[in-house]
């Protein structure tokens, strides 16, 4: 550690946190976190981890996406088995794969839906969502989605989404995104064909 430097625990595996969800303040544990938490300009940090709660026969355990607010307050920002935003009703998550950061607006994942509920199938079970600046997730891709890739209006159906993650030694907590936190990903058609797809947030 260099010299002068301080050292902080955002937040620790098997210790008893308090956290807000909208406006509500609870309590619970997170039992285990990401290999991957990554760190914005505003000194705000984003992770993946699984939180504990409740008592007696009514304890649940699932995943969720977190976020530093001002004073290192914890924000829950969608947990798995909730309704996913932009999705038919009954569709829910199951899991998050991936998450970056921008420096501008909230955090941005990659889920898996919850196969069965609302309509969701191995084939659109996977999407993209970002948070706006009012804390709402917006859905940004989801595999079954049919995209035109040329200008002769060919259109092709996406099978699976990812974004890309940040890199080790380089400036910036994410590669997804520029100064604008205009989003790019990666999308694989039904086909076995790839392409990187640009989301312009106006």
Known sequence: ???GSNMTIVVQAGAAISYRLASVIQSGTITALSDDPVLDNRDQ??????LKSGSGSS???RQGIWVTGTARELLLVTQAQIQAPYCPTGAKFGSFTQLALPDQGGPVFVANLIPGLGGVTASNYQGIWAVDTSGQAVLVARTGDVLVV?????????ASLSIYMASAAAVG????FN???DLIYKVTFNDGTQAISQVVFK
């Open 45 to 50: 940090v984003a992770f993946l981890g699984l």
């Open 173 to 176: 907590q994410t590669r997804s």
């Open 1 to 3: 550690m260099q010299t």
């Open 150 to 158: 040329d200008s002769k209006g060919t259109r092709k159906s996406i």
């Open 179 to 181: 100064a604008s936190g």
């Open 59 to 61: 304890v649940t355990t």
